[in-house]
């Protein structure tokens, strides 16, 4: 419905049950405050009212302005929040980076062994068994996947560190919300 539908509804439906209109203040013009009317976000439960007077339309500024203020501490609060949540998860996947390169290195390492102890066999024309060789099959995938995790790995870690989210000044939060 548009807004002019609206106002012809709201001048012409006052009888029978139709919506009725908030009394006039009468330094307003009819058709300010069809508008006004008109706009209201909640029709059930506000009413527009006139600013009359430079107090009022000050006492107006000093509320918006106070919850400017109070939205800005609340969105400072949250970014603060978010970041050291970031901080402390960056920390704990950097502290498991290391216990698995840790890890990567033992496995390696314990795999290097006994691809070495295979090999000495191997050389002394002894017959490897079914077991050693599926064994040796079996490392030498596990060597590619750990490479492969070492990797990605290595990867993640020359990421660089997030930065510091540099918060908004206080004084340009509040410039913004008064222009807005």
Not at 109 to 127: D, F, G, H, T
């Amino acid at each position: 419905m548009t807004s002019e539908q609206l106002q012809w509804q709201f001048a012409h439906q006052q009888s029978g049950g139709g919506y009725a209109i908030p009394p006039k203040p009468p330094q307003v013009s009819q058709q300010m405050w069809l508008e006004a009317v008109v706009n209201n976000p909640d029709q059930s439960t506000l009413i527009p009212a006139a600013l009359v007077g430079a107090e009022a339309l000050q006492a107006r500024l000093g509320w918006q302005q106070q919850q400017a203020s109070q939205y800005q501490d609340g969105v400072t609060k949250n970014l603060m929040g978010a970041q050291e949540e970031l901080q402390r998860h960056v920390a704990r996947v950097r502290q498991n980076v290391q216990q698995l390169d840790q890890m990567h290195a033992s496995l390696r390492s314990r795999l290097l062994r006994i691809m070495n102890k295979s090999e000495v066999l191997r050389c002394m024309n002894l017959p490897l068994q079914t077991a050693e060789v599926n064994l040796a099959n079996r490392l030498r995938a596990i060597l590619q996947h750990l490479d492969t995790v070492s990797k990605a790995m290595n990867n993640l870690q020359a990421t660089p560190a997030p930065t510091n989210v540099n918060l908004p000044d206080k004084q340009r939060l509040q410039q913004v919300f008064t222009e807005h």
